[in-house]
T-cell receptor, first 113, second 114 residues
Framework: GDSVTQMEGPVTLSEEAFLTINCTYT??????LFWYVQYPGEGLQLLLK?????DKGSNKGFEATYRKETTSFHLEKGSVQVSDSAVYFCALSASKAGNQFYFGTGTSLTVIP | KAGVTQTPRYLIKTRGQQVTLSCSPI?????VSWYQQTPGQGLQFLFEYFSETQRNKGNFPGRFSGRQFSNSRSEMNVSTLELGDSALYLC?????????????FGPGTRLTVL
């Protein structure tokens, strides 16, 4: 079945460090891929998305490229800030009737000054 | 445009009781999905409603049910509450374009079962 495997956390980085959070997926058909972010006490917010192979999603300095050949959608940011501290979820939406998302387990990121 | 709203934000119940949670989607969104989030299991899909019909269902017992009204607002009900039902329940709405659509999440309802 469809699934997402996400890098285990927690991840602790110093401010201005480079961030990579790995995400790989298994899906039949042609899924869309998403990164969501969750701040403490809040719901999930869409960070970026990509709907087809080789698409690059970007937002707030974060980027992820939909790689069909490696079934990956790794999240990257060149220089993290303290305000980026949150939990990040990779997700896929499969090509089927309905709108069901499959989420990874989440990666907790803490950025220290 | 107002976001997804969920009420109540916090609930405390005891085992055996039942609870109803409410979700109002973004205006114009016709699909509403529900998720359970726990530290141990992460985000698990409960069900999705579209045009008042349940279109997808996750792997949860029949104690978990839902419905959608003609204005797209949705409710979920959990009967005979168990301690393990303590979780953050998230509602998400979308325009309902399968595969490419984005789900927009509400802030969640924190349910504690004592």
């Amino acid at each position: 079945g469809d699934s997402v495997t996400q890098m285990e956390g927690p991840v602790t980085l110093s401010e201005e460090a480079f961030l990579t959070i790995n995400c790989t997926y298994t899906a039949t058909g042609y899924p869309s891929l998403f990164w969501y972010v969750q701040y403490p006490g809040e719901g999930l917010q869409l960070l970026l998305k990509a709907t087809k192979a080789d698409d690059k999603g970007s937002n707030k300095g974060f980027e992820a490229t939909y790689r069909k050949e490696t079934t990956s959608f790794h999240l990257e940011k060149g220089s993290v800030q303290v305000s980026d501290s949150a939990v990040y979820f990779c997700a896929l939406s499969a090509s089927k009737a309905g709108n069901q998302f499959y989420f990874g387990t989440g990666t907790s990121l803490t950025v220290i000054p | 445009k107002a976001g997804v709203t969920q009420t109540p934000r916090y609930l405390i119940k005891t085992r055996g009781q039942q609870v109803t949670l409410s979700c109002s989607p973004i205006s114009g969104h016709r699909s509403v999905s529900w998720y359970q989030q726990t530290p141990g299991q992460g985000l698990q899909f409960l069900f999705e409603y579209f045009s008042e019909t349940q279109r997808n269902k996750g792997n949860f017992p029949g104690r978990f049910s839902g419905r959608q009204f003609s204005n797209s607002r949705s409710e979920m009900n959990v009967s005979t509450l168990e301690l393990g039902d303590s979780a953050l329940y998230l509602c998400a709405s979308s325009l309902a374009q399968p595969s490419t659509d984005t789900q927009y999440f509400g802030p969640g309802t924190r349910l504690t079962v004592l």
